[in-house]
């Protein structure tokens, strides 16, 4: 086999296989879907960061302390989709099922004197997974940076409490349409490009004129 | 003039011992090979980190690499070498391999060789307006899909048309460098007694000592070095070593332009409106200017107040640059675009001056940003050291000496395009006029803008 052939076989191989490698690697799903591990116990929780009980302060009436645990998928948060689960038990340590959560992620981006922009609001619609005690939502975030998390609860007995928790999301690495449509450009002028070179003669060798 | 002729007698002393060292390194068979494969590789480092690395500009060795070292240096290497980088730049070898594994060789399309030159200028205006909208220097990302997009277009015109299509043509950084090479200490030319009688013309179609060149040059026609990356393959490949590598005063060949193209002197002038837009975004009175900007433009978005004092900045100096020709083209009775032209080249050294002076201030206060990003890449953070070289005022000094060296360059330029256009001393004297005006008027805008405080980069 002549060693251009090789080359060729192997550059083709080792483009096919960056784009594919990092689609797959880097593809997110919906909650639940490949992609995403579902935090189906309290094991999975990857250190739950312990949310600031606002209302304890305020609200001394509250007899019963619900415990509320975080966990999201991926951890940390990245750009792009994820999944933010709650899981609320009892001091004695039983899931408490019919809480009404409300959660939104707020962002004030900071844009260095180069303008103003409003602050980044996203709700997230909470809603009761089938284990008991799990409530999880899905949060694209189209921003990386700091981000705070708001939550309200109202319990089955009519209590409320709310949570602020600050949440950071990184950037994982460029945009992987971005990256295929480059790839695919790439694949395609070096089609055409056989293409043509077996329906074409060409040289170059047309010296300039003036010589 | 420090001329030496480094193969004076080239028919006769052809491969002897007694070659020059710089001729035998372009005539070695691990030239340039042995510089484009390290940078290929330090390549792939930067464009892992911009995409893959930290996101924080700060953190990421290939931001210090592209913007801390690589862009304050490369202008120097243009001055110093000519566009020597070219022939070791990584997009280059790409586009061989490339082009070696899957090219077709189409020649380059008649449109693209007569407008090349201005889509490159257009391409640069754009990558520069981007940059400051989109924040492609202060964002690995951003400076990743920067390289990407290169990188593409590269492997396009590589795979589908002959030689280095990309970097004649195409390349945004080839206008900068083409112009910037010109004022370069070396030259690389053919001695046209030699090449007289040849008919083998083996530097532009090749040899099997070497490929023809691969920016399209014929060596015993070519005048500038705007095209010559001294890749060293007519070297090589020439059978009568016809080729030689002289030094020559810096900004010589702008004296001379035989052809003087308009669209070569509008880059040199735009790029020296750029220079200013880069160096007011990064004062602390720039935050003032927006301000006001916002108010007459009644909105606050940066999209729009840039777009406006970019395209002020280009419009302004591109206006004062005509009015400067108008004013000279009357005393000599020529057309303003003429003159436009024709002395447009003049701009190039304080182009150059600019250019190095506002990112040498990126070089030494932030250099050793390289050291530091590149040692996190070996798992060994360095906390709370400065990355700074040389202290702020040192630099500033070095910035003022640039900028005066650059005016008073240009000068000389303006004034020696002047006397080689015209015979007459008093025509000469009265293009020029309008000129000295000009170029001084640049220097002290340059000298007050690097007055003022500047911004970092990481």
Request: aromatic residues 12%; proline residues 6%; positive net charge.
């Given at each position: 086999?002549?060693?251009?052939?090789?080359?060729?076989?192997?550059?083709?191989?080792?483009?096919?296989l960056?784009?594919?490698?990092?689609?797959?690697?880097?593809?997110?799903?919906?909650?639940?879907?490949?992609?995403?591990?579902?935090?189906?116990?309290?094991?999975?929780?990857?250190?739950?960061?312990?949310?600031?009980?606002?209302?304890?302060?305020?609200?001394?009436?509250?007899?019963?302390?619900?415990?509320v645990?975080?966990?999201?998928?991926?951890?940390p948060l990245?750009?792009?989709?994820?999944?933010?689960?709650?899981?609320?038990s009892?001091?004695?340590?039983?899931?408490?099922?019919?809480?009404?959560?409300?959660?939104?992620?707020?962002?004030?981006?900071?844009?260095?004197?180069?303008?103003?922009?409003?602050?980044?609001?996203?709700d997230?619609?909470?809603?009761?997974?089938?284990?008991p005690g799990?409530?999880?939502?899905?949060?694209?975030?189209?921003?990386d940076?700091?981000?705070?998390?708001?939550?309200?609860?109202?319990?089955?007995?009519?209590?409320?409490?709310?949570?602020?928790?600050?949440?950071?999301?990184?950037?994982?690495?460029?945009?992987?349409?971005?990256?295929?449509a480059?790839?695919?450009?790439?694949a395609?002028?070096?089609?055409?490009?056989?293409?043509?070179?077996?329906?074409?003669?060409?040289?170059?060798?047309?010296?300039?004129?003036?010589? | 003039?420090s001329?030496?002729?480094?193969?004076p007698n080239?028919l006769?002393?052809?491969?002897?011992?007694?070659?020059?060292?710089?001729?035998?390194?372009?005539?070695?068979?691990?030239?340039?090979g042995?510089?484009?494969?390290?940078?290929?590789l330090?390549?792939?480092?930067?464009?892992?980190?911009?995409?893959?690395?930290?996101?924080?500009?700060?953190d990421?060795?290939?931001?210090?690499?592209?913007?801390?070292?690589?862009?304050?240096?490369?202008?120097?290497?243009?001055?110093l070498?000519?566009?020597?980088w070219?022939?070791?730049?990584p997009?280059?070898?790409?586009?061989?391999l490339?082009?070696?594994?899957?090219?077709t060789?189409?020649?380059?399309?008649?449109?693209?060789?007569?407008?090349?030159?201005?889509?490159?200028?257009?391409?640069?205006?754009?990558i520069?307006?981007?940059d400051?909208?989109?924040?492609?220097?202060?964002?690995?990302?951003?400076?990743?899909y920067?390289?990407?997009?290169?990188?593409?277009?590269?492997?396009?015109?590589?795979?589908?048309?002959?030689?280095?299509?990309?970097?004649?043509?195409?390349?945004?950084?080839?206008?900068?460098?083409g112009?910037y090479?010109?004022?370069a200490?070396?030259?690389?030319?053919a001695?046209?007694?030699?090449c007289?009688?040849?008919?083998?013309?083996?530097?532009?179609?090749g040899?099997?000592k070497?490929p023809?060149?691969?920016?399209?040059?014929?060596?015993?026609?070519?005048?500038?070095?705007?095209?010559?990356?001294?890749?060293?393959?007519?070297v090589?490949?020439c059978p009568?070593?016809?080729?030689t590598?002289?030094?020559?005063?810096?900004?010589?060949?702008?004296?001379?332009?035989?052809?003087?193209?308009?669209?070569?002197?509008?880059?040199?002038?735009?790029i020296?409106?750029?220079?200013?837009?880069?160096n007011?975004?990064?004062?602390?009175?720039?935050?003032?200017?927006?301000?006001t900007?916002?108010?007459?433009?009644?909105?606050?978005?940066?999209?729009?107040?840039?777009?406006?004092?970019?395209i002020?900045?280009?419009?302004?100096?591109?206006?004062?640059?005509?009015f400067t020709?108008?004013?000279?083209a009357?005393?000599?009775?020529?057309?303003?675009?003429s003159?436009?032209?024709?002395?447009?080249?003049?701009?190039?050294?304080?182009?150059?001056?600019?250019?190095?002076?506002?990112?040498?201030?990126?070089?030494?206060?932030?250099?050793?940003?390289?050291?530091?990003?590149?040692?996190?890449?070996?798992?060994?953070?360095?906390?709370?050291?400065?990355?700074?070289?040389?202290?702020?005022?040192?630099?500033?000094?070095?910035?003022?000496s640039?900028?005066v060296?650059?005016?008073?360059?240009?000068?000389?330029?303006?004034?020696?395009?002047?006397v080689?256009?015209?015979?007459?001393k008093?025509?000469?004297?009265?293009?020029?006029?309008?000129?000295l005006?000009?170029?001084l008027?640049?220097?002290?805008?340059?000298?007050?803008?690097?007055?003022?405080?500047?911004?970092?980069?990481?």
């Open positions: 086999m002549p060693t251009g052939r090789i080359y060729q076989a192997a550059v083709i191989a080792a483009l096919a960056f784009f594919f490698a990092n689609l797959s690697i880097n593809t997110w799903a919906s909650p639940g879907k490949k992609g995403h591990e579902e935090p189906q116990a309290k094991q999975d929780l990857v250190a739950p960061p312990p949310l600031q009980d606002s209302a304890r302060e305020t609200e001394p009436q509250i007899k019963r302390e619900y415990r645990q975080l966990a999201t998928t991926p951890s990245v750009k792009g989709k994820n999944k933010v689960s709650l899981y609320i009892t001091p004695e340590g039983q899931p408490v099922e019919n809480v009404l959560v409300k959660g939104v992620l707020r962002m004030e981006p900071e844009m260095k004197g180069h303008g103003k922009m409003p602050a980044i609001l996203l997230l619609p909470f809603a009761a997974q089938a284990e799990w409530y999880a939502s899905g949060a694209v975030l189209k921003h940076g700091s981000w705070s998390l708001e939550l309200a609860l109202v319990y089955p007995d009519g209590q409320e409490q709310s949570f602020a928790s600050d949440l950071a999301v990184i950037d994982e690495g460029p945009n992987k349409l971005v990256l295929a480059f790839g695919s450009i790439i395609g002028a070096i089609l055409l490009a056989q293409v043509l070179k077996r329906t074409l003669k060409t040289s170059d060798e047309e010296v300039p004129a003036g010589e | 003039m001329k030496v002729n480094l193969n080239p006769k002393q052809a491969k002897t011992g007694s070659e020059p060292l710089i001729k035998r390194i372009l005539r070695s068979p691990w030239y340039p042995i510089l484009q494969w390290p940078t290929l330090v390549f792939n480092l930067v464009i892992w980190q911009l995409l893959w690395g930290p996101k924080d500009a700060h990421n060795f290939g931001t210090a690499m592209t913007w801390v070292i690589w862009w304050p240096v490369i202008p120097i290497f243009f001055m070498l000519g566009r020597f070219c022939a070791v730049c997009f280059a070898t790409i586009s061989d490339f082009q070696k594994w899957f090219g060789n189409l020649p380059v399309p008649r449109w693209l060789k007569k407008y090349g030159i201005w889509i490159i200028d257009i391409a640069f205006i754009v520069t307006w981007a400051h909208v989109y924040g492609i220097v202060e964002s690995p990302r951003g400076s990743g920067l390289l990407l997009i290169i990188f593409t277009g590269v492997v396009v015109a590589g795979v589908l048309f002959s030689r280095r299509t990309w970097c004649r043509y195409l390349c945004f950084l080839g206008g900068l460098s112009n090479s010109r004022a200490v070396v030259e690389l030319r001695t046209p007694e030699v007289k009688n040849c008919r083998d013309l083996a530097c532009y179609k040899n099997e070497a023809g060149c691969p920016m399209f040059e014929v060596p015993r026609t070519m005048d500038s070095n705007a095209l010559c990356n001294f890749c060293g393959y007519c090589k490949s009568n070593d016809s080729i590598i002289k030094t020559r005063p810096a900004t010589k060949e702008l004296w001379f332009i035989r052809r003087p193209k308009l669209e070569e002197s509008f880059l040199a002038v735009v020296m409106g750029i220079v200013f837009v880069q007011i975004t990064m004062l602390d009175v720039w935050d003032t200017i927006l301000k900007l916002e108010k007459l433009a009644g909105t606050d978005s940066y999209f729009v107040t840039f777009t406006i004092t970019f002020l900045a280009m419009s302004l100096t591109v206006a004062a640059m005509w020709s108008f004013f000279s009357r005393g000599t009775g020529e057309r303003a675009w003159n436009f032209a024709k002395f447009g080249y003049a701009i190039i050294p304080l182009d150059l001056a600019g250019h190095v002076a506002h990112n040498l201030f990126h070089l030494l206060s932030e250099g050793l940003a390289v050291v530091f990003t590149g040692m996190a890449l070996l798992g060994m953070e360095v906390h709370d050291m400065s990355p700074a070289i040389l202290g702020d005022e040192a630099i500033q000094i070095l910035q003022y640039l900028i060296l650059g005016t008073v360059a240009s000068l000389y330029t303006a004034k020696r395009i002047a080689s256009n015209y015979q007459e008093a025509k000469a004297g009265k293009a020029f006029l309008p000129y005006v000009f170029i008027l640049l220097g002290v805008i340059n000298a007050v803008l690097f007055y003022l405080p500047m911004a970092h980069r990481m």
